[in-house]
């Protein structure tokens, strides 16, 4: 007997809470200022300034550097600063595995839906093999649209050509995962593995063996 196809065809992820850590957040930028002895209100002031031109893709990550840190003479390079920036990065693993193994036996179309800039999305991608199971990158670097903006999730829906009621969102910011269920979208607010594993098994999505 045919086995069953479950109702979901398809996943849009979000990567940083969920597939790997953020890949450039305040705890992240506290270390940085820490590390490299910044100002901490000077810094996070010309971050929140800039940052989310460089997410859209207007700029790229020397500009955003430029602005934010190396404005003035520094006692270390622009590089070794990109260096410990990339370094933030780091796997989920369970989560990883458990993305791999839904698409391995459901044949599921997997899409990412980020906010993320373009250098670490591209290091984000070829350091953790992304690409190995993630079909598209819906990416507002690629796209220049910036969730919670919902056009970042209908250019998602259209490059897929999958119904909105047949995809499931998995994303740890809420209000990200409400701006995807206003188009149709199911959503799945990730806290944890143990917790999203058994919200996708209540939508016909486990892995067996």
């Not at 989920?92 to 599921?108: A, C, D």
Request: hydrophobic letters at 40%; proline letters at 3%.
């Amino acid at each position: 007997m045919k086995k069953k196809s479950p109702v979901i065809n398809s996943l849009f992820l979000d990567i940083g809470g969920v597939l790997l850590t953020n890949g450039w957040d305040r705890g992240g930028r506290q270390k940085a200022i820490k590390r490299f002895h910044l100002d901490f209100e000077e810094t996070e002031e010309r971050h929140h300034l800039t940052f989310d031109t460089y997410e859209v893709g207007k700029i790229d990550l020397k500009e955003y550097l430029k602005r934010v840190v190396f404005y003035k003479k520094r006692s270390f390079t622009m590089e070794e600063f990109k260096q410990f920036m990339f370094e933030q990065s780091q796997p989920f693993p369970e989560m990883l595995t458990l993305m791999r193994n839904l698409k391995k036996q459901y044949g599921l179309k997997i899409a990412v839906v980020s906010n993320e800039g373009r250098e670490l999305t591209e290091y984000r991608i070829k350091t953790f093999r992304l690409n190995e199971f993630v079909d598209f990158f819906i990416s507002s670097c690629f796209v220049h649209f910036r969730k919670p903006d919902a056009d970042i999730f209908k250019i998602a829906l259209d490059t897929a050509q999958i119904p909105a009621n047949q995809v499931v969102y998995i994303e740890d910011r809420p209000m990200f995962v409400q701006v995807a269920e206003g188009l149709g979208i199911r959503g799945i607010t990730h806290v944890n593995y143990e917790n999203t594993s058994r919200k996708l098994e209540l939508l016909g999505l486990k892995v067996q063996g």
